[in-house]
């Protein structure tokens, strides 16, 4: 397939944005010169200076990690010249997600895939080594736990399910827009892996990629891994290498988006006996604040701005309701995202709330967290706390506002995808057969000493 035929300029990082920031803005204004691409007929790339980008701390902890040199997306891409595609243009896209496990028997094999994860435990580079025999001691740790959640639920995630539905969804409402695409699931935890919807891609001979997670904000534990794992994939195909990739790194602060969560909460609050009276419980999923304050995840930042939008949004609906934000799903010994859900649910009975509207807020599915630990264990807390009216909204699934939202997204992002350029990156040193097995060795029974410290063990089974 011919490269594309019209010039092109825009950013390099070929993040996809449609709305100016609000309370992000403060953060740009330390902003330094960012590279643009302008693409000619041949496919060649020239690079000039141009525009903003985030502060250096964030790009250390995001650039570095994603796909094409992206930043994080709290500011406008400009795409200064429009760009035609080609009748014969096959286009793709991916829905970045989770994954869960389908079974019970699947539970330790996804944990251990989750905690073999090096941006969900973050380990210097020199004890890279222990990753593996750490994430098989704490996901044998956390498997138990982890099952009664999943049995209580069913016997397995729904994520799969639901995310094909998404895929469908999405492909439907891009052909009702005149735009024919395939669209694939990528899971970093769980079938069908990155890998597998890779290979169809190939297979499908697709010419032009959308990425689109499905995580309304970015975290470098979430939309940040699959895009590194995209990434590496990409630079090391010579097919893949060629075509041009558009990542739409976070879209929370979409009108479509806003509008649908303010929807689903204004609905919800109806079952109230007094709507205006409950107050309105936002409880994302938790990082740990390291990713926060050390690597410059722009996660918090992203959910408090996306918090102020629907809120803004309910009141210019005249839904003037108290609110509030905390962080639910702590696992491990380390601090996360303050405040904790559990603790703010027995706060608030303190202080004599009667009426209270969960919304999780982080992800577009039903999930274990939502339908376990939300429907089951905060609203007994809740009810034991003094809370006597509890709701919590449905998660957005396939409700049609926000699916149509997702397609004008990908239209939207289709004109700036360019090629993934190689990583300067430097590759990981081999050493060979002898020191890896030594390193893993080493690394087993080291992790195995560390966790046997009773805290350790205590703080990964709950
Ligand atoms: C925006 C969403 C999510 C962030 C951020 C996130 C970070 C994160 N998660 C863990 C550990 C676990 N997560 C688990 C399940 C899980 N996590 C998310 C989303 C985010 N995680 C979802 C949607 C799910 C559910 C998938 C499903 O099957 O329904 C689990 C397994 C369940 C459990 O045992 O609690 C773990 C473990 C870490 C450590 C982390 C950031 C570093
Ligand atoms: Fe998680």
């Not at 200076?49 to 796909?67: E, F, N």
């Not at 406008?76 to 019970?104: C, F, K, Q, Y």
């Not at 938790?286 to 309910?314: H, K, T, W």
């Amino acid at each position: 397939m011919e490269a594309a035929t019209t010039a092109l300029i825009m950013p390099q990082m070929n993040i996809n944005n449609n709305s100016t920031p609000l309370r992000s803005e403060a953060k740009l204004t330390a902003a330094r010169p960012n590279t643009y691409a302008i693409s000619s007929p041949n496919g060649k790339r020239n690079h000039v200076a141009r525009g903003l980008s985030m502060s250096p701390q964030v790009q250390d902890g995001v650039v570095g990690r994603t796909l094409c040199s992206a930043r994080v997306s709290t500011y406008p891409t400009e795409i200064i010249e429009s760009h035609s595609m080609t009748a014969e243009e096959r286009i793709g896209v991916i829905l970045l997600n989770l994954g869960g496990p389908d079974t019970l028997h699947d539970v330790q094999p996804f944990l251990f895939n989750l905690f073999a994860d090096p941006d969900i435990i973050r380990l210097p580079r020199l004890f890279g080594f222990l990753q593996r025999p750490l994430a098989q001691l704490i996901s044998t740790l956390r498997a138990p736990k982890s099952k009664e959640g999943y049995a209580a639920i069913g016997g397995g995630s729904p994520l799969r399910r639901i995310t094909d539905e998404q895929a469908n969804a999405i492909k439907l409402a891009l052909q009702g827009k005149d735009v024919p695409a395939n669209v694939y699931v990528a899971m970093r935890y769980w079938h069908p892996f990155t890998e597998e919807a890779v290979h169809q891609i190939k297979r499908d001979r697709i010419t032009r990629l959308v990425v689109l997670p499905l995580y309304p904000q970015y975290s470098i534990s979430t939309t940040g891994s699959s895009i590194r794992v995209l990434r590496d994939m990409f630079r090391n195909d010579e097919y893949l290498s060629g075509v041009p990739v558009a990542i739409i790194q976070s879209w929370y602060q979409r009108e479509g988006y806003i509008k649908s969560m303010a929807d689903l909460i204004e609905k919800e609050l109806q079952t109230f006996p007094k709507p205006d009276e409950a107050m309105i419980f936002f409880s994302a999923h938790g990082v740990p604040v390291s990713y926060v304050e050390n690597a410059g995840d722009p996660y918090r930042d992203q959910m408090e701005d996306c918090i102020f939008l629907i809120m803004q949004e309910l009141k210019a609906r005249g839904v003037p309701n108290d609110h509030t934000l905390a962080y639910q799903s702590r696992v491990g010994p380390v601090q996360w995202l303050k405040p904790y859900t559990d603790e703010v649910l027995v706060e608030l009975g303190k202080q004599g709330i009667k009426s209270l509207l969960a919304v999780p807020v982080s992800f577009v599915s039903e999930h274990i967290e939502t339908l376990e630990e939300i429907d089951m264990e905060y609203k007994e807390l809740a009810l034991e706390s003094g809370i006597i009216h509890w709701g919590r909204v449905p998660a957005l699934n396939c409700t049609s506002s926000f699916i149509n939202d997702m397609a004008d997204a990908v239209i939207e992002a289709l004109p700036s995808a360019m090629e993934i350029s190689p990583s300067a990156a430097a590759e990981e040193a081999d050493d060979g057969l002898l020191s890896y097995v030594v390193k893993l060795l080493f690394g087993s029974i080291l992790a195995f000493f560390l966790l046997l410290s009773p805290k350790v063990k205590s703080a990964f089974k709950n």
